[in-house]
Each structure stands twice: as structure tokens, then as C-alpha cells.
């Protein structure tokens, strides 16, 4: 045996150092692409056994994989095949270590759920607004790693724009205290963002204090029916302009999404879908009243009638009406996978561009695939689109994804980059876009990014292979 | 002559570099805390202009002052005495790149006025809510390579958030060019945010794209008297739960400070602080009316009246009694230099710490310095104090900060540190604080910010000897 697995054993308890049985709820990532295999899934209980595991990984030079909920999309937070990498999941951290009302604040450590920290904050009687599909399982530590996004990012920003402190243990295995709670702090560089979003490849998250917002009285939800892309950028440009920080969420869907959702999902009813290109679903969030939300939402929604920028429009009369609307836009991927298979992208594309950046694509894939068929939907606001490439009728979807998907992904890749895109709005890296993404990134970026992994990590055994190569 | 020179003027043109004549708008900070002398001053027109510059003075190992309104506060953007420094004056890119409507951004470049852009958003139709007392001269590339802060961040945040992509000359004289409009983009780690706030330490920023919010319907001001610290942070709770979003603006006035503008500025009327410890100020932006956004101030006076946390409130009644309240909070400066000298202080707590922070800093330093008076004021929405120290009654300035800056400071920055605060919140570090910072910011956190300068900057040509030294 190893000797790093006695060492391991002595620093957090031989019980959470897991070696035998399945442990493929940590060593294959939950979309199930690849499975990898662990030297060992070690589950440390604090800040100080995670430097403690830290060191003697660093000793010894095996790779550590830092660990959340494994919900992640781009295969970043499970072993490679090597039998050589310690999967380091922090899913025992997850104490709530203070929730400071006076300064709109909890600091939570990175094992925390992000629903139960959803809850907590609404017990105190405050808003935590990160909110995305895996927010059962995944963990603030994944949030924070990969900067998740979802679906109140339009008003809220990503997970790192709603964090104001880290504690993390680097690749030496020091703990870097940095759980400020200031809103204000210019003392030097920003290390904080600089590990948001790393995926664990420059020091592993260990707490974080994140911000909290008033809860808000009222949450309405509208359904319009617009006529074009264009328009429904115009109508996000109203809504901006009539709710301003009261907008919380704008998606729009297209056509073909919705129609799907139709079809595998009877039960759900979908609006207004039938004769129009796309539709879009606003959310309203207001700290006033209802009833001054719902005048709002009227005015609003005259306004982009009078205007055209949209066809038709309703406002949800209640909670469950509410519900309804938001899980025909949930079940969208659902109903795409019973569809078939499909190639997913998450890209995006400067809000004012996506008319053009959509008719351009949408055209050159049927051009160069005949038949293909495309599932448009996504954060509007965000100026993110989940632009998926379902198989064409008739054909069989292992043999498409075959053929067509290395040379689907370089068409919308290219088209993203002619568009000042990005080829991974929310999703990250991982291992599934390292090889692409030295085509899409600027050498100068590329070159950096190098200089600054090699600067924290040194020995490469932080994530190694995982967002970039070195 | 240095070689150098005429290559610099082969580069930019002879016109454009500076090494006659009084230079001591480019060579002594505004604040006139020090007097520098540049080996020349060079104004480039673009950013490959830029990039030739920085390349010529790696090759000879010449060290680069970056310049933008030479209006910093901690001197920071002017050469040292040795003659061996190039200032590299950011003043000509002065160029409004794009205003993209729909996306909600602006690309401009590093050298443009406040001001000038604040005014060209309003004329598109659109906020840049990037405010501060020096916006008539300071650059946005000034604000952003030091994450200027200013009055309206407890609603926008500060130059930081309301960036989205950056050009930057590395120290290689490369061009990164990351002038993203996106919202979302998680593509490897996050080299805008370290850029940003760095003081031209690790790269000298030549354009940015920043954020545009939709105009404001109505604007009001409100002040308010409270009977105390801790009431004044209850108030601001409240005002978070009434206004939301609409909160532009929370500031914080102790009495003494507002003595002094009533007894230097006699033209100026000062409310409601003659009977309370403090007063505040309050702004209420609103997509809505102008009878809307009153309706609301109403409201949330009304509330913080029967609750206590003020005891007395007044709404502006138009844009002139507005100013008239702005221009309070605005002068407390100026009356403090009148009253004489002072020790300035830069300081962010947790805003729920604050009021502990006060009393036991206030006591503390009667102790010490009997006489000593306070002039306590700031942006308590984001928890940021200008906690200065005047000169006791009766002695001497120039003796008092002479024989007591050294030992105030210390007093001070040791309670902020007890308080989990910053010794600068919003003015950064340039030469004014480095020697300081070691003492307050953690021994890991300074050993990662070293290892990142190197990184960017091996030569460490770029503004040496500010922020850190290597």
C-alpha cells in the first residue's frame, strides 16, 4: 500500500479515508462522461486537516482533486484513470460559521448545500440568491470554484460577484485567512477572485463569507410571446429600463425548446408558444407589495405591446401560476433528452449581438447539416444561451454525436469567437474544454494564466490538467 | 542623454516626451505629499504606442510610474526622487471606443475623464454611476488601477464591479486584449479582477469595458438625525428593507464633523445636528416617479421615527435642496483642513462592527492624546469611515502630527484590525501605506501577492516599490 494512505489515515480518522468499495459517487462525475479511479477519497472534517492533507500530498507530489457535490459539467472535480490522484471532498465542512444580520452576511464553509444555505439565510429573513438546477446537491465551494451562474444573475451577478471573502489552504498547504466581511477593502491584490473560478487549480476553498439581501416582499413572473430574437432583446432593454434592479430573471426559448416540452411533458401546460418564434419569462422582485409589482409588470408589459416587441403577455395570478411558468423553462433539457441525444454548448455573446450571432448560426448549422434541429434557450439578461444541436428526425443519435459533434462544436466555437463570445459562459473548464480552449483564448491570456498557476502551484498538484496544461 | 529618451521619442513622438521645463504636474502628487523626479515623461497616443514604450524600457530595465489624473491619495502615481523612473501618462487614450446599448457597456479608454464619460452615458440615455470627489480630472484607468470607490457603491459597487473587460500592456510590452462585454464567462481564471485594484504593479491598463445602468426617474435626498451609531446602522438595515435596490447612497456624519462646516462654511445649512451624536444622508433612486420614490422615503422615515433609529428627518423638496444637502457631506473636507491640521484615515469595518468600532476607538484616543477631536464621517452603506484625527485645541498642527501621526496611526490600524476591518478601503496602498501593510495584512496573503508580481513582472519594472516590495 501507498504509504500517503497511512499518512492520510492518521491526519483525518481511517474512516474517512476511503479506499475500497464503490466510490464511484466520487470517482465518476454525475453525467456520467468519465470514470476515473481515486488513490484514495479522503474527507477531511476542517480547515486544518484540509492543510493538513494538503502537505502531504505536497510531500510525496501526488495530484489533489478538490471536491464539492460533483454536480459539475465539465468533468473537473473526479480522478483521471491513473489510480494516482487523492480526490480531496469537502462535503464535511459544512458548518454555517456566523450569519451577521447588521452587516448582510453569512460565512459558511464550502461543504455547505447551496439549497440549505438557501434556507438559512431565508430563516434569518434574508435573500441568498444564487439559485441554479443542482442547488439540492451541489455544494458553495463548487459554486465558488466554478463561479456558477443560473437564473438570477441579471440581477444578483455570478457566485463571485455575491462573495466578499475566502479562506483557503494553497498548494503549500498554508491557510490563507482572508473571510473578510468588507465591502471595501484595497490592501492589495485580488486574491479573492482570483481562486473564484480556478476549479481548484490554485488553492482549494475551504469557507467564504457571502453577501445577503433583504428578502423581497413580492415575486412576480410574466410570459410573453415575442416576435424575434431582436425583439426580445428590445423588451429586455424595457424591462431594464421599468423595473431596474427589480428585474431578477429574463430567459427567453425558443420555438422548437418549447415545443418539446409540449410533447414529453403533456401535463405541464406551455403558453402561448404555438405562433411565434420565442418566447421569454420575466421575474419581478420588489420590496414594496405585490400589488405595486403587478402595476409594474402592467405597465411594462403595455409598453412592449405598444411597442411590438412583444405579442402577447401574461402575468402569473399566483404562486403555483408561477411555479408553472418557471418549470416549463426548467424542463426544457429534460424534454430534450427524451427527444434524443444532442451536443450542448453554454456560450455567450454580448446581449446586443445574439440576433445576429443566432440567424448566423442557425443558418450555417442547416447549411452544413441538414436537418439539424435547434434547442435555443437560455439567460437573456446574462447574454447566455444554452444553444443545443439536437439530432436531425430519423437519425440515430449515438451515430450523430459520432460524426457530427467534434465538427458541430468547432462551427458554434467559431461562430461564438467571430462574436467576442465565450466558448463556457457558466459552466467552466474542466477537462472536457481544456484541449479547446488554447483555440479560443488569446495566447497573451493563455501565457498569464501559465505564469499564475506556476506562481501558487509550483508542483502542479493542484487539479492538474484541469482548466489549462502546464 | 539616456539612450532611452530618443528611442521613447522615435516611439511616440519628440513632442510628446517630457524632460524640460516644470513637470511637476506629472512628477508631484496632488496632495503635494512628494516631490519626484522622472527620468522623462511620456504620453503615448494609443496602445500600441503604449506597448512600444513599456517594450523599450524592459530592454533597458527602466522603471514605468503609470499615470492617470495624477488625483490618487496614496502616492502612487508619481516617480521617486531618483531621476530613474519613466512616467507613463495615460492622458492621450482618451478615445470613447463604443456605447453598446443593448449589451449595457462602454468601451473606453484607460485616459478619459470621469466626468466625460458620466456625462456621454447620460447623453446615450444611461447611468455610469461611478462617482467620487475628484471626478473632474481623475481617469477611469486611475479608478480602475485603484478600484476607486466614491458614494454610490453600497448600491453599484465599486470601479471593480461595474467592469467587465479589460486591455492590458503587460510588463513584456504584450497587448491582452480582454475587452469582453460578457456577463458570463468562466474560461480559465480571472485576470480582469487582478489587473483591477493593482495599482499598475502588474500591468498598465489601456481600455476597459464597463457597465451602463438605465437612467433613474427620480433621485431624492433625504437627512436624517440619529441618536446614535448603533441606530444609524438599524436605520441603514431598514432602509435596505424599504428601498432595495433603490438605496443609491448611505453616508454617515458625526456631530463634530458637521460643526465645522457650520462654523467654516456659514453660507451652507447645515440640519438637524445640533441636538444628536450624528446625522445621515440618504438617496433613493427609482425607475418608477418622482411621487413613488417619495412615497417610499415617506415610508421608511416614518418607520425609522416610531422604531427610534432617528429622531428627527427631512426630504429634499427639489434638485437645488439636494445639492444644498450633498454639498454638506461634501465640505466636511475642506472644513476640517480650515479647522487645521488632521490625520486621515481610509478605514472599512463590518458595517455591524462599527459602532463598537467607534466607541472603543473614540475613548481610546482621548486617552491617549487628551483633547484630541474627531472627525468621523463616510459611506456607512459599505462600511467605509474617513475616521480622522484633529489636532487638540490650542496646540500647535505641524508639532502635533509631527510627534503624533506615527502613534495615531498605529492606535488606529491596530483597532481596525481588532475589528476585522481595512486600513484602506478605498484609496489603495502606492508608497503612502507599503511600508504599513505588512504589519496588518496576513504573512500568506503577502507571500501570494509576491509570487504573483513576479510572475507578471520578473524585471519588476512596473511601479516598483508601491503596493509591495519584492
Redesign the interface.
Known amino acids: 500500500m501507498n504509504p500517503l494512505i497511512e499518512q492520510l489515515r492518521a491526519a483525518v480518522g481511517a474512516a474517512h479515508v476511503l479506499v475500497d468499495g464503490d466510490l464511484s459517487a466520487y470517482e465518476m462525475d454525475w453525467r456520467k462522461r468519465a470514470q476515473g479511479k481515486a488513490l484514495a477519497v479522503v474527507r477531511p472534517a476542517n480547515t486544518q486537516e484540509v492543510a493538513a492533507v494538503v502537505k502531504l500530498c505536497a510531500a510525496s507530489g501526488t495530484p489533489i482533486v478538490p471536491q464539492g457535490g460533483n454536480t459539475g459539467m465539465v468533468v473537473g472535480s473526479t480522478p483521471d484513470a491513473s489510480g494516482r490522484e487523492v480526490v480531496l471532498n469537502l462535503g464535511r465542512l459544512n458548518r454555517i460559521r456566523a450569519i ?6 453569512m460565512t459558511v464553509e464550502a461543504g455547505c448545500i447551496l439549497q440549505v444555505l438557501q434556507e438559512k439565510a431565508e430563516a434569518a429573513g434574508f435573500l441568498f440568491p444564487l439559485s441554479l438546477a443542482a442547488e439540492g446537491s451541489c455544494t458553495i465551494g463548487g459554486n465558488l470554484g ?2 456558477a ?1 443560473g437564473t438570477q ?1 441579471v ?1 444578483y ?2 457566485t ?2 455575491l462573495c466578499l471573502g475566502l479562506e483557503v489552504v ?1 498548494a503549500q498547504g ?5 473571510l ?12 479573492r ?2 481562486f ?3 476549479e481548484g487549480t ?1 488553492g482549494i476553498i475551504t469557507a467564504a463569507t457571502m453577501k445577503l ?2 428578502l ?1 416582499t413580492a415575486t412576480l413572473t410574466a410570459w410573453a410571446a415575442v416576435p424575434s430574437m431582436e425583439a426580445a ?2 423588451f429586455l ?1 424595457l424591462a ?7 428585474l431578477t430573471g429574463f430567459e427567453v426559448m425558443g420555438q422548437f425548446a418549447l415545443s418539446l416540452v409540449a410533447k414529453h411533458m403533456p401535463q405541464l401546460r406551455v403558453p402561448l408558444y404555438e405562433d411565434t418564434p420565442c418566447c421569454v419569462l420575466l421575474e419581478n422582485s ?3 407589495s405585490e400589488a405595486h409589482a403587478r402595476e ?1 409588470f402592467e405597465r411594462l408589459l403595455e409598453a412592449a405591446l405598444e411597442d411590438g416587441c412583444a405579442t402577447d403577455a401574461v402575468v402569473a395570478e399566483n404562486i403555483a401560476q408561477a411555479k408553472a411558468l418557471w418549470s416549463v423553462r426548467e424542463h426544457i433539457p429534460l424534454a430534450q433528452a427524451q427527444e434524443g441525444l444532442n451536443i450542448k454548448h453554454d456560450i ?6 445574439i440576433p445576429a450571432f443566432c440567424a448566423e448560426t442557425d443558418a450555417l448549422l442547416q447549411r452544413e447539416i441538414p436537418g439539424v434541429r435547434l434547442v435555443n434557450f437560455g ?1 437573456l439578461g ?3 444561451l444554452h444553444y443545443n444541436v439536437q439530432t436531425p428526425i430519423d437519425v440515430d443519435g449515438a451515430a450523430f454525436l459520432r460524426n457530427e459533434e467534434a465538427r458541430v462544436n468547432t462551427l458554434v466555437f467559431d461562430q461564438v469567437k467571430r462574436f ?10 474542466g477537462t472536457l ?1 481544456v484541449d479547446k ?1 488554447p483555440q ?3 495566447p ?6 501559465r ?6 502551484d509550483p508542483q502542479n498538484i493542484l487539479n492538474p490538467g484541469r ?2 496544461k502546464v
Do not use: F
Open positions: 451577521d444580520e447588521g452587516n448582510l452576511t466554478t463561479n451562474g444573475v440581477r451577478g455570478n463571485r460577484e494553497t498554508e491557510v490563507w485567512d482572508g473578510s466581511g468588507l465591502r471595501k477593502d484595497n490592501t492589495g491584490y485580488d486574491l477572485n482570483l473564484i473560478g480556478s490554485l439581501y433583504p423581497p432583446v428590445k432593454g431594464h429600463r421599468h423595473l431596474g434592479a427589480g420588489d420590496q414594496e409594474q455567450s455573446i454580448p446581449v446586443s449581438r439567460h446574462d447574454g447566455n467576442d463570445g465565450s466558448i463556457s459562459a457558466e459552466h467552466g473548464i474544454k480552449l479560443y483564448k488569446s497573451v491570456a493563455l501565457d498569464m494564466m505564469s499564475l498557476k506556476r506562481a501558487l482548466v489549462l
